[in-house]
């Protein structure tokens, strides 16, 4: 088996914040069997660093990567259905949002409330992705993996990848030792609709939806993510760049004296804490639609960073760490990154 490696490969165009950088190497892996028998045959691989990239959705290069970039581009979706339940399996780089739309336009309930998020399916467990009141913890039945100590094949089920709120074991102690291959979800074909977010609500209203089916769920979802996120083909972008702070009540009912709207973006997280918008904070810093140089904060939606043309990764690191301070400094509250900084 045949291995195309590019030397001081350029990344421009696998990072969807559109910055420049070099990989020292760089190749595309379309199959477990290839994945497998790289490693296998290439023994200085782990020798040096390796980076896993997928859409490039989820990172952001603050210069350029001196190590092999391994690009996986494992296709393929099928499914098998058990009375009501559908299992569904999509290989690690099925775009996550083909995946949603062929499980909507077959009646598979449960991805639904995720339409349009970026990335691929190899990424989806790695940050537990979620949006609109889904997580993807909801439906994961397990992952295909491999090890890149062993050099073999395991299967991850939802426990063993220890999920929380946009974490897993890919991003704690594993981190850098796993690679995703393919993820089986379990779905319904009967749906359980989740309206459950106000915006997914008032978006139904204004269509005069009243018993919506998940074609109407997923296309609101996109529509209101079109109108609150830029393109990344025509502004660089990663989606959200910050998590949502989860805090005490305690907090929060401190926080309720100075700021009494923050009531509207509070969602309860089990009895004792709350998730609060990170977007909705870093709004009132005054940073929504800000721009310093080309790095800026999207004027629709405060939590998305974009790179307005030339705006290098450290800009926009930069920029992050802005924020950071100063949601801390008004609100004693410090957000975390949800994108991986290289």
């Known amino acids: 088996m045949q291995f195309s490696i590019k030397e001081h490969f ?12 070099f990989a020292a190497q760089f190749i595309e892996i379309e199959s477990e069997e290839a ?10 691989v782990t020798q040096r660093p390796f980076l896993v990239l997928g859409g490039g959705s989820n990172v952001l290069f603050t210069k350029d990567f001196d190590g092999l970039v391994i690009r996986i581009a494992i296709p393929g979706i ?6 009501t339940e559908v299992w569904v399996t999509a290989g690690a780089g099925v775009i996550w949002n083909d995946l949603v739309w062929y499980c ?42 491999f090890d890149t100590k062993s050099g073999g094949i395991s299967t991850f089920t939802k426990e063993d990848c220890q999920f929380s709120y946009r974490e897993s074991l890919f991003k704690k102690e594993a981190k850098g030792r796993y690679i995703i291959t393919q993820v089986t979800l379990r779905l319904s074909l009967n749906p359980a609709i989740n309206t459950s977010y106000g915006a997914i609500q008032v978006e139904l209203a204004k ?43 305690q907090h929060l009912q401190q926080l309720q004296f100075t700021f009494q709207d923050i009531n509207f973006v509070s969602y309860p997280v089990g009895e004792s804490h709350v998730k609060l918008a990170a977007g ?35 800009d926009i690191y930069n920029l992050s760490e802005q924020i950071i301070q100063d949601v801390e400094k008004k609100f004693n509250i410090r957000l975390e990154r949800e994108v991986n900084i290289i």
């Open 10 to 21: 350029p990344l421009k165009a696998y990072n969807t914040f559109g910055v420049p950088a």
């Open 104 to 145: 909507v336009n077959r009646n598979f309930a449960g991805i639904e409330n995720m339409a349009l998020i970026p990335g691929t399916v190899g990424a989806a467990p790695v940050q537990n992705i979620g949006a609109y009141g889904a997580e993807l913890k909801d439906v994961f039945v397990s992952c295909r993996v």
């Open 280 to 314: 909705w904070l870093i709004e009132q810093c005054g940073w929504k639609g800000k721009r310093v140089g080309d790095a800026g904060t999207w004027k629709n939606q405060a939590l998305v960073l974009v790179n307005h043309k030339n705006a290098s990764g450290s």
């Open 207 to 249: 269509r005069n939806i009243t018993d919506p089916t998940i074609k109407d769920i997923a296309e609101v979802v996109s529509a209101i993510r079109t109108d609150k996120l830029p393109d990344p083909s025509t502004i660089g972008n990663s989606g959200s760049f910050f998590k949502n702070p989860i805090v005490t009540v």
């Open 78 to 83: 099928n499914h098998r259905i058990s009375d």
């Open 35 to 44: 994945l497998i028998h790289f490693f296998g045959s290439r023994r200085d």
